[in-house]
């Protein structure tokens, strides 16, 4: 910096005091130049030295020689600039005091700013005060060297002489003073318009850079290798809720989870030792009012940078993330529907258990709800949906704390017992989930039981492992669904071989219409007085090539469920219908045979089994009047609207109707009056009863007198004994089946049958009380 | 010749007398004290040998080297306080540079020479102002002359804007103080070398 030669002047331009006052002035001039240049540059670096003592010294110095200045010359020219000069230094005072008196000094570059160019005008003016009186001292050398008088002469020659000499010596000083002054002078100007400039960009850069890190949500803070907190942003203040000023200097851990704080400090000398940026790493902060947020930091090592000497850390408040995560953990690990436990968590908790506990200790049930389908069916899935939630509380109101309870998907549910002292406690468990929840549902305006298979099984030590536990838990279950659901079923080892059994015969039902594999037996139904055979009832057998003929409840259930009862029904109204109109082929003069063929509940609920009717009578070319659709009274009312209407549809097409197994289902008189239907088949239990005792007796009456008065033919089932035919006579019965009669035949040996025993006017059984064996089978 | 021998002789006897009574004389200072010559103002407090404590006030003066007493390390701290209670000087001078006569006020540099505890063995003190002007005296010129380092001028304090805090000042009749270049003001640091 040139300035320091100045510095150098300072005394030697004392020496110029022998000239006289002239250079008296001079010197003062010199020495206040100096003072000028130096407080312009003080002014200069003030926003970076901060050195407000140093500048207001300088000031008092340059007034000081000012004051010199004023009291060594009489010169209006001097007084005016001097009088201006002071003006400036004035100006700066109170600027310089400004400073001092405020807190933050923040506007300090706004203060310099102003004071500046008072600064420059002091050096400027000073300077040319000094140029000019430089040339007055020769001037004054000058004309005492012109006076008149000899003795004035030769005074003033002797004083110039000594002038001259002491001016040639000081000249040459003057002359290296003033070049250098000038450099000085020239060096400082330059370096003041460089600095300028480099520190309105750098002013412009830190405001840019301090907007960043004011506006940023993110936290920067400056921590120092040891971990005291050197500087925290603004936005400490709405993250964390604190004043930046109440965390400096202090330590950064206090405000950490102690869980972590190990972890914490591990990362902060990590960072300390490696260059550049680390990880993220996640910890817990308190805020201000006491909650934890989790945060997120990354750290900058910027210990080597001159301007930083920390390490720069940016912190996150990632608690939203973080909920967001635990709740997409809890998502995998539960239904979103009902809240429990999924397939994987149920899973690993049996894992989990087995691996704790002894094997003897647990249970698992697994809980299937019954005909759900039906309700998602009928009443839409919001519904459905209202019923699982409901499955779902009941479920748990069941179950103890250390019990889990899971949604496994669709209607299936499953319990782990944690603590079951043996299978009969399991039951109990299972029995009292069913109670619960059988008690009604309200959905849409109805009120429905919940019903549910349900399968418990309890672990063997040595044997089983969580796999093992739970399919023996499915396939007791299963069994339960088997054995006619809404009940539970305890496991036991032959389950799954049963199991297997039957989904050997699920997979055989499949394709059991095109193996042929079935077949119709007739049973015939007659006239009790007279023994007229009248109609004929196909009854469907399966010819299982391994298990011989099942009958239809071996399968047809099955079927229903599976949803193979369609080809499997179709088969039978093609085979029956087809038939009954060989009969009447082969049998012209004797009036021809109705067939009654039995439907199943799920052919009602199709609209498509209209059309199979009407397909299988004009194949068969029979006619409609003898064809009657046998529907079990437990079937129609199950869904009285639906069953009304498909029977209109059906009674349409000029098909007979008849309700089977009448008595044992749960129809009010109203509803019968509804249906379209022409006969009623009393169930076997009440022909059973006559003659058993009175009420039966009248039991049976009754429901006869019921078809009379409602116009139906009334048929008994199951004639096994004369007297039963008889009795039914005389109660005003007309027709009956039963083995008394005859039992299923072949088509073979119904034919036969027919043959023996037709006669005018139809097919006469030879001896009514006596009954026909099956000629085969 | 014998009367006026004896006569002569005590009449000289007497004038010998006489004029070694008036060399016996008092200092000028109690009648008309003579503004212009250094008149002790105050006998001060704080004396050579004693304790100088740590000043309380903003430093005007820090002197180093060859000193028996300090106060901050090997320093010897001063404010305007600690040089007020030693003894104080007051003398009228001529301003050199204001070309006026000014009342100063303040120590003899002879007698902070013993309060700092300087030993004879030193011999130059080197004075440095707040503009880094420099000047050097011997300490058997300060022991033996009367220069002021002042800590008033008329009766105030002096900022820096007049010369202060502290100058030197030379009494009239210093030969050392003909030279304006010695009026040293604005002093901020003293070396005892």
Redesign the interface.
Known sequence: MEVLIL?AY??VN??T?IFGEQS?LNS?LV?AQ??ALLLEDQIEELPRTGDLKGA??R???L??QL??AE??SSDPQVAQTLAQARVDLTLIQRHLARIEAEPDRVSVPDEVTIMQPAAHRLAVSIKQLFDAKEQGLFGAVNGALNARRSSERLLVGLSAMVLVVGLALSLSLRQRVRKDFARAYAALTAEVDERKAAEQALRASEERFRSLVQNSSDVISIVDADGAVRYHSESVRRVLGYDPGELVDGDPLTLVHPDDRERVSRFVAEAALRPGVTAAETWRVRHRDGTWLHSETVAANLLEDANVRGLVLNTRDVSDRKELEAQLVHQAFHDGLTGLANRTLFTERVEHALARSDPADLGVLFIDLDDFKHVNDSLGHAAGDQLLVAAARRLQGCLRPSDTAARLGGDEFAVLLERVTDADAAAGVAARILDTLHQPFGLNGRTIPIKASLGAAVGRPGVDDADELLRNADVAMYAAKAGGKDRYELFHPDMHEDMLQRLELEAELRHVADRDQLVLHYQPIVELVTGRITRVEALVRWDHPAKGLLGPAAFIPLAEEQGLIGPIGRWVLLQACLQARRWQDQFPDAPPLSVHVNLSGRQLEEQRLVGEVVQALETARLAPRLLTLEITESVLVSDIEAMSARLRELKGLGVHLAIDDFGTGYSSLSYLRRFPIDMLKIDKAFVDGIGRGREDTALAHAIIKLSHTLQLHAVAEGIEEAEQAASLVTLGCRDGQGFHFARPLTAAAMTELLGKTVADGGFYLPNAAAPVESLSG | MGRSIRLVVVALVAALAVAACGGKEEAPTQAAPDPSTPQVVDGGTLAAGEKVSAPKGDVVLTVTGDIGTANKGKKLELDLASLEKMRQVRVEAAEPFLKRRVVFEGVLLSDLLAVAGVPDSASKVSLTALDDYKVDFKVADVRSSQMLLATKADGKHMPVDRSGPIRIVFPDGSSLGRNPDLWIWSVASMKVI
């Open positions: 510095q300072a005394n004392r020496t005091a008296f003062t020495n100096r003072e207001g010294i000031r008092g110095l007034a000081n004051s010199q009291g060594q």
